[in-house]
C-alpha cells in the first residue's frame, strides 16, 4: 500500500513540476527557438493571404452582381489588410528583416531583443490563425430588395384617356425585338413623363418586362446621378471610390442578369453617351434575338424630335401634342 501511496505521489509531483516548469521552458523557447516562431508567423501570414484571395473572388463576383456584402465578410476583409500590411505582423517581419541585416555586419541582437521579437511574433501567428478560422463563409452576399421606382404615383393617371394612342403605340413597339431605343417626344408639360409611367405599369403587370429603371436626366445630366438612380432601383449600391468607368462597369454586369429590362430616361436635352454610364446601347445581336434574354429596351423622353432621332439614335418616336383646351381645365 506505500508502494502505491509512494508512486501516485510521485504522479502529482511529475505532473505538478511539468505544469511548473511549461511556463518557464515556453519562455526559454523564445530566445532558442526564435527563428521557428518568426518561420510560423511568415507562414501564417502567407496562408490569410491564401484565405483572403479565396473570399475576394466570390466578392469581387458578388459587387459585380451588384450585390449586398454581409458586414461580417467586409469587417474581415479589413481586418485581413489591416493586419497583413499595417499591423503588428508587418512590423515584427520587418523587424526580423533589419535584425538579419546588422547580423550580417557583425551586430547581431541581444537575448532580449530576441526574446520580445519571437514572443511578439507566437501572438501574432496565433492573430492570424485566428483570423484564418474566421474566414471561412458559406456565403459572402446577398440581394437586396429593390427600392421603388415611383411608378406608381396616382397622379399620374391624370389627363392618360387622350394618350391612349401613343400608349397603345409604345406598348407595340416595346413588343418588336427589333427595336431597343425609342423615344417620346412633345413640349414640356404635355405629359410626357406619365406616359412613360403608365407604359412601365402595363408591361409589368403584363409581364413583358421583367424590370423596370428610371432615371431623370435634366438639362445638365450628371452620368453619376444617373448610375445611382439606377443601381437603387435594381438594388446595388457603389463603393464610394468606384470610378465612373468601373460604376458603369458594375451596372452594365448588373443588367445583364435581368431577363429584360426597360431603362427609361425621362427629360433629355443633350445628347447622353449611354455606354458610359452603363447602359448598353448597341443593336440587338443575333444571340439576343434568339432567345430574347438579357435585353435592354430603352425609352427616351424629350422636347426634341431631332435629338431623339440624331444624337440618341432612337429607331422609332411617338409624339405627343398638347392637351386640347377640356383636358387642360
Not at 474566421?134 to 384617356?161: C, I, Q
Not at 413597339?173 to 405629359?191: R, S
Amino acid at each position: 500500500m506505500a508502494e502505491v501511496g509512494l508512486a501516485a505521489f510521485s504522479s502529482i509531483v511529475s505532473e505538478g513540476a511539468k505544469s511548473l516548469f511549461k511556463p518557464i521552458i515556453r519562455q526559454i523557447s523564445y530566445v532558442f527557438k526564435y527563428q521557428s516562431y518568426i518561420d510560423d508567423l511568415k507562414d501564417q501570414v502567407k496562408q490569410l493571404g491564401y484565405k483572403r484571395e479565396t473570399v475576394q473572388q466570390p466578392v469581387n463576383h458578388a459587387r459585380l452582381q451588384g450585390d449586398e456584402l454581409y458586414e461580417g465578410v467586409t469587417d474581415w476583409l479589413h481586418s485581413v489588410d489591416e493586419f497583413i500590411s499595417e499591423g503588428v505582423a508587418k512590423s515584427i517581419i520587418d523587424d526580423e528583416e533589419r535584425a538579419k541585416k546588422f547580423c550580417f555586419k557583425g551586430l547581431c541582437p541581444n537575448l532580449m531583443s530576441r526574446y520580445k521579437l519571437s514572443k511578439q511574433a507566437a501572438k501574432a501567428a496565433e492573430a492570424a490563425a485566428g483570423l484564418v478560422g474566421k474566414g471561412n463563409f458559406s456565403n459572402v452576399s446577398y440581394r437586396p430588395t429593390p427600392k421603388s421606382t415611383g411608378l406608381n404615383d396616382g397622379k399620374d393617371n391624370e389627363a392618360f384617356d387622350s394618350r391612349m394612342k401613343v400608349f397603345q403605340d409604345v406598348m407595340e413597339a416595346l413588343k418588336d425585338d427589333k427595336l431597343n431605343i425609342i423615344g417620346v417626344y412633345g413640349m414640356g408639360g404635355v405629359g410626357k413623363t406619365t406616359l412613360v409611367k403608365q407604359v412601365a405599369k402595363k408591361v409589368m403587370e403584363d409581364k413583358l418586362i421583367d424590370k423596370v429603371v428610371m432615371a431623370e436626366v435634366t438639362q445638365n445630366p450628371d452620368p453619376q446621378k444617373i448610375q445611382d438612380k439606377l443601381a437603387s432601383d435594381l438594388g446595388m449600391k457603389f463603393d464610394l471610390n468606384d470610378s465612373i468607368h468601373h460604376r458603369a462597369s458594375r451596372l452594365r454586369e448588373r443588367l445583364k442578369q435581368e431577363k429584360r429590362v426597360l431603362i427609361i430616361l425621362d427629360n433629355i436635352w443633350t445628347k447622353l453617351e449611354l455606354d458610359a454610364v452603363g447602359i448598353p446601347s448597341g443593336d440587338v445581336d443575333e444571340k439576343d434575338r434568339e432567345d430574347d434574354q438579357r435585353r435592354c429596351t430603352i425609352i427616351l423622353t424629350s422636347r426634341s424630335r431631332d435629338l431623339l432621332c440624331i444624337d440618341m439614335n432612337s429607331q422609332k418616336i411617338f409624339w405627343i401634342d398638347a392637351l386640347s383646351k377640356e383636358e387642360a381645365l
